[in-house]
């Protein structure tokens, strides 16, 4: 699915990476680790004139906020005195990851992951898909990946709908004419339209101005918001959805596939369709029995869950056979944390390898050959627990 492996990745930002800091962060609690010896005693009598300023955290500081991750990588493995300069404890090399200027390769990402339909009027269309680093007409809000740390912009982070197109209306003079707006899911492929809710003249839509074209107003791109419409490729009709209800719908009760169907379509709505898929990838179907026992045995299984399990910084292990229930919502996942979009790669690689790993020969059946009986979140670690719709609502 994704054209690059997440291998291909600079060593500081690769999972295992990660991992191994994690690892070695948490063994320097431990008394058995060995101390590094002193600096001092190790540097050549006359450092550089280089070393001795980044040496100074506060210039070190200022002197990243004009590199990136691979820049900072770079200078770092120049020579062992400014590596020393450079990589000082965790804590601190977190912080300098956090002050690094994005790289801009969530949007190299995207380009790669998003197949632009044909306008309908090139010459009335703008994109805009650009790193926060790279654009000076628009205030870009940047911070820290929450799973990789390095400084990542808005435009690099994941998102539910990016926003990417703007068609201005045809008569420029027409008040009645809106624009068109169109964009993506996540990093699924399929161009789908995006209405504003001036399109569906929502009540409280007045009140808003209009939606702008974000490379001429400094507004905008407005990710995550409005209506979603069926994607362009498809010959299906559906009503357009609220995003915001999409986004806080709880996916640990409920699924997109039983909330947004209806007899008019094959279910679900292809509106969310592509969200559905990914959502639906996170579930894992056990017997009763392999349920409380779901961390695996084997090495191989092991190291899947490792790398899954780093994604949950937040969760302590002991709540992986907990009775917590899933309550996750698009937004919870994607949005509240702040991930870059090769972070979001990686975890979606992960979930699916080890879903693979426990899946009984494409049968759905528990690993074991049991019949199913309960449902594991990968992204929290909780039961899903779904209830029946009754068709009535759902055909709404
Ligand atoms: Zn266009
Ligand atoms: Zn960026
Ligand atoms: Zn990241
Ligand atoms: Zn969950
Ligand atoms: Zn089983």
């Known amino acids: 699915m994704h054209d690059q492996p997440h291998t291909a990745a600079p060593p500081e930002l690769r999972g295992d990476r990660t991992i191994k800091r994690k690892r ?27 070393v001795k300023v980044l040496r100074e955290y506060g210039l070190l500081e200022v002197v990243v906020s004009e590199l990136c991750a691979d820049d900072l990588w770079a200078l770092a493995n120049t020579s062992k005195a400014l590596n020393e300069a450079i990589m000082p404890r965790t804590v601190s090399l977190n912080n300098l990851l956090g002050r690094l200027k994005c790289s801009g390769k969530g949007v190299e990402i995207r380009n790669k992951c998003h197949q632009k339909w044909p306008c309908f009027e090139a010459s009335l269309c703008t994109e805009h898909v650009r790193c926060g680093s790279t654009n000076t007409k628009h205030e870009t809000e940047t911070k820290s990946c929450v799973n990789c740390k390095v400084a990542t912009c808005d435009e690099c982070r994941i998102h539910c709908v990016y926003q990417t197109s703007f068609e201005g209306p045809c008569d420029p003079n027409d008040p009645a004419e809106l624009p068109n ?15 504003s809710p001036h399109h569906l003249n929502h009540d409280d839509s007045t009140s808003e101005p209009r939606w702008q074209d974000p490379s001429k107003s400094g507004r905008g791109p407005y990710h995550d918001q409005g209506y979603l419409d069926v994607p362009f490729h498809l010959g299906e009709t559906a009503p357009p959805e609220y995003i915001g209800d999409i986004l806080d719908l709880d996916l640990g009760c409920r699924s997109l596939k039983s909330v947004y169907s209806s007899s008019h379509y094959t279910s679900p709505s292809p509106v969310v369709r592509s969200l559905d898929m990914v959502a639906e990838a996170r579930k894992v179907h056990f017997c009763d029995f392999c349920f409380g026992d779901v961390a695996p045995s084997d090495v191989a299984g092991m190291q899947e869950w490792d790398k899954i399990t780093s994604f949950l910084p937040m969760l302590p292990s002991e709540l992986v056979a907990s009775k917590k229930e899933c309550r996750c919502t698009l937004r919870t996942r994607m949005l509240d944390r702040w991930l870059c979009a090769r972070c ?14 426990q899946s009984n020969g494409g049968t759905f059946r528990c690993r074991c050959g049991n019949h199913v009986q309960r449902v594991l979140c990968l992204w929290c670690r909780g039961e899903v627990l779904e209830q029946e719709e009754d068709t009535e609502k759902a055909d709404h």
């Open 24 to 50: 070695l962060f948490d063994a320097a609690a431990a008394p058995i680790r060995k101390r590094r010896p002193q600096t001092v005693t190790a540097n050549p009598p006359c450092p550089s004139p280089l």
């Open 181 to 195: 707006f169109s964009g993506f899911v996540l990093l699924q492929p399929f161009e789908q339209p995006i209405l």
């Open 344 to 357: 979001y790669q990686a975890e979606e690689d992960a979930i699916e390898s080890f879903s693979r790993s």
